[in-house]
Nanobody, 119 residues
Framework: QVQVVESGGGLVQPGGSLRLSCAASGSIFSIYTMGWYRQAPGKQRELVATITTGGNTDYADFVKGRFTISRDNAKHTVYLQMNSLEPEDTAVYSC?????????????WGQGTQVTVSS
């Protein structure tokens, strides 16, 4: 049984920073691509950033230069460092992980963590 859990959300003032973490646990031998997504109230979920096994990253245009995705393969964890936060970044942030298991390859999602940017 694989579980994916995010942490690190909260309330921050505009211009501030937060670091999100997302850890997978269970019977895991490797994790392929990891990604962060977000969904603001009344909007569709959108891709924020992804990182491959080899460390190649890709970012949505609206976070380039402000957010950094990274991963620790030994800890089965992906991070999202968010700087220069804006009120428009307010959303529920969720991670997903592409994990092979003995039953097949699946995309696992966390439950999400709320990020609120407000003065």
């Amino acid at each position: 049984q694989v579980q994916v859990v995010e942490s690190g959300g909260g309330l921050v003032q505009p211009g501030g920073s937060l670091r999100l973490s997302c850890a997978a646990s269970g019977s895991i031998f490797s994790i392929y691509t990891m990604g962060w997504y977000r969904q603001a109230p009344g909007k569709q979920r959108e891709l924020v950033a992804t990182i491959t096994t080899g460390g190649n990253t890709d970012y949505a245009d609206f976070v380039k230069g402000r957010f950094t995705i990274s991963r620790d393969n030994a800890k089965h964890t992906v991070y999202l460092q968010m700087n220069s936060l804006e009120p428009e970044d307010t959303a529920v942030y969720s991670c997903n992980m592409d994990i092979p298991t003995n039953r097949g390859r699946y995309i696992y999602w966390g439950q999400g963590t709320q990020v609120t940017v407000s003065s």
